[in-house]
């Protein structure tokens, strides 16, 4: 990078990934295949991107730092199946960028906009097959985390309502340039294609999530009083951090049409 005369940007992030055993992990865990159309999240100086490029049929490299973006071009400039998106990933219609085929995404994620990411991916029109993310440790777990811990919250019931979550493996600070002031981990998502939920109204679920976790030490007849929930079969003197996905569906469903 020195001989670029570039330096990260902290505004932006930018943490490169110096690991080889780590990029081996990621590779090992998108499960690449030749036939594989791939997004990226953040090609940055292009180290990641290459070792990618070399398994699948086509990448695509998104990269919102336009001087970074030059480096990775340079970098990059003996591979005929990498093409670039100088756009802010928020910003990207995926299932335009798809084109329709069905695709992958692996990405170093941003760790001050890492939710809004993950929502992006999980609400797409056209959901990936499967997404290997680099994120902060402690929203790893709250992702991959089971009802009755701490950790669990609404993340968790959103990321979980939309797919199947591995927390792969943690990934020391020393992995990066320069280091972040926080851990990491590699956490795979495999989006459900088809709703795995039963629930009634989506909208109406999210509220009712939401509402049960902005009170999440009381009990649900007071964190959930604005809902009509009286004479459900659920215990409601729990705690929202107790119940389970399927729980959260039937509290929903009975709200919405309490005679069922």
Known sequence: MASYNRHPRKRLGQHFLTDPQVLQRIINAAELDIDDLVIEIGS????????????????????????????????????????FEPKDILKIDLHELALGRKYKIIGNLPYYITAPIIEKILEAKDKAELA??????????????????????????????????????????SSFLPWPEVGSALVVLKPHQTPKYKVKDEKLFFDIVHAAFQQRRKQLSNSLSEFKIEGIDIDLSRRPETLGIDEFVKITNYCYNPSS
């Open 44 to 83: 940055g100086l292009g180290v990641v991107t290459s070792e990618i490029a070399k398994l699948v049929y086509h990448l695509v490299a998104i990269e919102i730092d336009k001087e970074l973006l030059k480096i990775s071009k340079d970098v990059l400039k003996l591979f005929h199946n990498i093409s």
């Open 132 to 173: 290997v993310l680099m994120v902060q440790k402690e929203v790893a777990e709250r992702m991959a985390e089971a009802p009755g811990s701490k950790k669990y919250g609404s993340f968790s019931v959103f990321v979980q309502y939309h797919a199947e979550v591995k927390l792969n493996s943690f990934v020391s600070k």
